[in-house]
């Protein structure tokens, strides 16, 4: 493999962010160098939601939760996790 092309240096991270957004990567690092990672503390985006449900059926979950001993929206996110996976 040929010696990768030298990056410049950035003076803000905006500069960099628009240098990256308009240039490959593949040239410029040793991805043959490259080590895996693991990042056990990061913790996935999130963003809010609202959903209307029948009141019958929100106070089944809430019923549910209360046996579990949980808040009921923390069921509803591990429902909706274990139905998307199965």
Do not use: C
């Not at 991270?13 to 991805?31: I, K, L, Q, T």
């Not at 999130?46 to 929206?73: C, F, G, W």
């Amino acid at each position: 493999m040929k010696k990768p092309t030298e990056t410049p240096r950035f003076r803000t991270e905006a500069e960099e962010r628009a240098f990256w957004e308009a240039h490959d990567s593949a040239g410029r690092v040793d991805w043959t160098q490259a080590q895996r990672v693991r990042l056990p503390n990061l913790k996935p985006s999130t963003q809010s939601i609202s959903i209307r449900l029948p009141v019958h059926t929100l106070e089944r979950i809430k019923a549910a939760a209360n046996a579990r001993d949980v808040p009921y929206q923390s069921l509803i996110k591990v429902w909706l996790e274990e139905k998307l996976s199965a």
